[in-house]
């Protein structure tokens, strides 16, 4: 199965999104966090990302006679020959349908729900720019925990070369 096809389902999504910010988590931590998603669900997930090797399990540990697994982000598995452009496209149209989605609503209001579509672009040094996502991932994380009273946002990050034109 393509990678693209595994990742793109939105409970998986929220999955791999929490681990990325958190690096390693239990399911019970993952339950917790996902609370929007009933536990059989999350459990059936995780299983199918730890199948298709997008989870690793980096620790096992034995707690009240139950074994509990520490899990993280198989980040070899985003490094693989994976066709980038469909990953992309896969991505791009799982965002496209939230935007349709919010967009289709009776009461949408892009200016209260602080809708934003931004582009930056940024001539860094490969170490500025790991230094970049590494705080980005720290602010993240720093606002990861719901709320009380918050709105659930989709916040997604895309980096990609530019394309320098080519001379005629």
Known sequence: MKLSDVITNPIRMKIMQFLQIKSEATTKQICEELHDVPQPTLYRHIN??????????????KVRGSLERLLALNEAKFTENIDIADSAYQFL?????????????ENADPFADMLSL??????????????????????????????EGGKSRSFSVISAPVAKEEKK
Do not use: C, H, W
């Open 93 to 105: 149209m799982a965002l496209y349908g939230s935007f349709q989605r919010y967009s289709d609503k």
């Open 48 to 61: 199918y990302l730890l199948k298709e090797e997008v989870l690793i399990v980096k620790e096992e540990r």
């Open 118 to 147: 931004r582009t930056y672009m940024l001539t860094l040094t490969d170490e500025s720019y790991e230094n970049l996502f590494k705080e980005i991932r720290e602010i993240i994380g720093k606002y990861s925990e719901p709320e």
